[in-house]
RNA sequence: GCCCCUAUCGUCUAGCGGCCUAGGACACCGCCCUUUCAAGGCGGAGAUCACGGGUUCGAAUCCCGUUGGGGGCACCA
């Protein structure tokens, strides 16, 4: 299917952190637009006054900055359909409920909110459905307020009754609903301000946006859009409701699983292009085998079509591997660049800052390949920017010799060590593999006790370069550091 | 309660009537490589395609029903 003139958008409410989903349909918004050559509208729909929240619109706008999702029309951006901003387009609103009371597809209703809630826990009591029981519907103007226990009245939606809704959501295919259930809805509240469905539709139409794709919950209110375009005498755009993004408990995700805003895992160490890759698998794929997409091959390949229907669970443990290629494949340099930072900050505060950028940049190669987030990156760094590190005597033992036998070999190490005149990992490595045999052991006994002894773990990065690296000098202290722990043990130890 | 959507390995998914005794990936388990850890290579286990009826020479694929899951039913979006 050819899409021309593509004009979507992504249409938040500042009411929090937007979390992962919201951000997956931005994407895909995003990756719809420019394979088509189209235009991607940031909208603010901040009608909901009481929950509107103060930084909000920074945190998406900094959410989308990160994926590095960029808009065409918007907030800072501006364009030629603003304001941007639904707050500031109360006068649009108001013209439109106008035309709709004149036309009496709409009406005033002065039931006060206790009424309707009253009403609403009455319906559902009996098993009803809790919809609007129509008492302002077919009264005069006059009538409806004279009944009526409020003064300042709500615009509502005449729904026409008897009526199949049906239309071709770009996913889902065919759907439709019956209008009897939909119940007349609020247009404008008490305090003037639109309710999603009048800002939504109103809007939607003046910036002339092509397709709306957004996430599977509004698929139930995209009947009551319908009919407002029809009222209204407008075309309505094409629909396409995105699989909603799960928590391992199958509910749609939120914060109780966990991190579920998009830029707490910024915080966990991930890059952007993962985050991108990994959300675009999210209810889309190419085909049968490939899931490693560089952002323009996304773009090149992303079909409304291959989108699917269902739910999808968020799997972290994936998302951590994906990463884990990502950083595995990004070049040395940029690596450093994303590093650095975190080891800045995360490193425990002993380490003296700011930190030898030359050094890091010997040590970070070493550790590239073995992190899947830049979040481990502190932990398996530490022994190198440390100037004490602690040994555990029962590690630095290796299996199948005792104590003496590994002071004798650590002290060998160290004499032959002495003298060696260039520190680097082939010097290293040719006169300590020979010296195994010479001590009447193996390689890996003696390798496995001198990584302990110069790096305090068992696991890490191959023993010659992480040597060269560290530099004679500590790697001779903590050498004999070692040798001092097995000969002399601390009860406390 | 009502409405809508949906249903393939634990998870993400391929499949759009015969290429399927169901393919890939993550995770898991072995083996190889190897000084450890990673990475990589090879192999394994893992889905009676939710269930029951149809349609058809033939169904994971089409239709109906059941069940499960999700979403919605506000002066919230």
Not at 388 to 405: F, T
């Amino acid at each position: 299917m050819e899409d021309k003139d593509v004009r979507v958008r992504y249409a938040p409410s500042p009411t929090g952190i937007p979390h992962v989903g919201n951000i997956r349909t931005a994407l895909f918004n995003w990756l719809f637009a420019r394979h088509n050559g189209g235009s991607l509208i940031v909208r603010i729909e901040d009608t909901d006054q009481a929950r509107t929240q103060e930084g909000a619109i920074q945190a998406i706008l900094e959410s989308l900055r990160w994926l590095d999702i960029d808009w065409d029309e918007g907030p800072e951006v501006g364009g030629d359909f603003g304001p941007y901003l639904q707050s500031e387009r109360l006068d649009i609103y108001d013209r439109y409920a106008r035309k709709l009371l004149e036309s009496g597809a709409a009406y005033h209703c002065y039931c006060s909110a206790e009424r309707l809630k009253a009403a609403r826990d009455e319906q559902s009591r009996l098993k009803q459905m809790p919809v609007y029981n129509g008492r302002c519907r077919d009264v005069s103007e006059d009538e409806a307020k004279a009944s009526g226990d409020t003064d300042i009245p709500v615009v509502r939606f005449r729904v026409p009754t008897g009526r199949t809704i049906t239309f071709n959501d770009r996913i889902r295919e065919k759907v439709s609903f019956d209008s009897d259930i939909l119940g007349d809805f609020v247009l404008i509240k008490t305090d003037k301000f639109p309710t999603y469905h009048m800002a939504n539709v109103v809007d939607d139409h003046l910036m002339k946006i092509s397709h709306v794709l957004r996430a599977e919950e509004w698929l139930s209110s995209t009947p009551r859009h319908l009919l407002l375009y029809e009222a209204l005498g407008m075309i309505p755009p094409q629909y396409g409701h995105l699989p909603i993004i799960l928590g391992p408990d199958r509910s749609k995700l939120s914060k109780r699983h966990g991190a579920a805003a998009l830029l707490d895992y910024r915080g966990l160490g991930f890059v952007p292009d993962a985050m991108v890759n990994y959300l675009a698998l999210m209810g889309w794929s190419l085909d049968d085998h490939t899931e490693l997409f560089a952002r323009n091959e996304l773009v090149e390949h992303f079909a409304l079509e291959r989108v699917g229907k269902t739910g999808a669970i968020f799997d972290i443990t994936k998302l951590s591997w994906m990463n884990g290629v990502y950083l595995r494949d990004m070049p040395a340099g940029r690596f450093v660049e994303d590093a650095l930072p975190i080891l800045e900050s995360k490193l425990p505060p002993a380490v003296p800052r700011p930190l030898d950028r030359a050094y890091a940049e010997r040590v970070l190669p070493l550790l590239q390949e073995r992190i899947k987030t830049l979040e481990e990156l502190p932990e398996i760094a530490a022994f190198f920017f440390a100037d004490e590190i602690s040994h555990d005597p029962a590690a630095l033992i290796p299996k199948k010799m005792d104590r003496d036998a590994t002071i004798s070999a650590l002290n060998a190490a160290a004499t032959n060590l002495d003298p060696l005149e260039s520190w680097d990992p082939d010097s290293l490595e040719a006169l300590l593999r020979p010296l195994a045999p010479d001590l009447g052991i193996k390689t890996g006994q003696l390798f496995g006790a001198l990584r302990v002894a110069v790096t305090g773990r068992t696991a890490a990065p191959p023993l010659f370069d992480t040597m060269s690296v560290l530099g004679r000098e500590r790697c001779m202290k903590r050498i004999q550091d070692a040798v001092n722990l097995l000969t002399y043990p601390t009860d406390a130890g």
